[in-house]
């Protein structure tokens, strides 16, 4: 089955009537179970202790293995629950060393542009930090983003890092 994208311009009156109610859907289009996935994890979200199906992780661990981006997911005491194979490689960690790890004690052993105490200690929703070569062994620089999930009472109950690296210029 042969695919073709044309990607077209359109001028708009941003007073059009037709924006008070669409009826196109704008974004991408979701498989049923990505679908599912995805609203089953914003709900998980919602709640206090979430919790992830045997079946969810599995998918979630096939959607993140197709990702070039190292995925990185926490509880809120920085265990690691769920990493990539790229996360892996660019963070220096191995699949034994997984369980129970705290990512927070790994990332302070890595020169960042943040310090690690302060990645833990903000109240920021987001973070962006840089990773810079530490071990000529392993020289490389990475950019990274972290998000944090809070409670309502203001307590981190999970967060994820993204990972990317950056080309030499």
């Known amino acids: 089955k042969n695919v073709v994208t044309i990607v077209t311009q359109v001028l708009v009156d941003k007073n059009d009537p037709a924006f008070i109610e669409p009826t196109k859907p704008v974004g991408r289009f ?5 679908a599912e996935l995805l609203a089953r994890v914003k709900s998980l979200l919602r709640m206090k202790q979430p919790t992830a199906r045997k079946d969810e992780t599995m ?5 993140l293995a197709d990702l070039t981006e190292g995925v990185v997911v926490t509880d809120g005491q920085w265990k690691i629950k769920n990493i990539n194979q790229t996360a892996q490689e660019l963070l220096n960690i191995h699949e034994t060393d997984i369980a129970n790890m705290d990512l927070l004690a790994h ?5 960042l542009s943040v310090p690690a105490d302060m990645l833990m200690s ?3 929703k987001i973070v962006d930090f840089q990773i ?12 990274a983003r972290m998000a944090k999930i809070f409670d ?18």
């Open 107 to 111: 990332l302070s052993h890595m020169n």
């Open 122 to 124: 903000t109240q920021e």
């Open 59 to 63: 998918v979630l661990d096939m959607v």
């Open 132 to 143: 810079m070569p530490s071990d000529p062994q392993r020289p490389f620089h990475a950019s």
């Open 30 to 34: 979701y498989l049923k179970e990505e």
């Open 152 to 169: 309502e009472q203001g307590n981190i109950v999970g967060l994820t890092v993204i990972v990317r690296k950056m080309e030499k210029k």
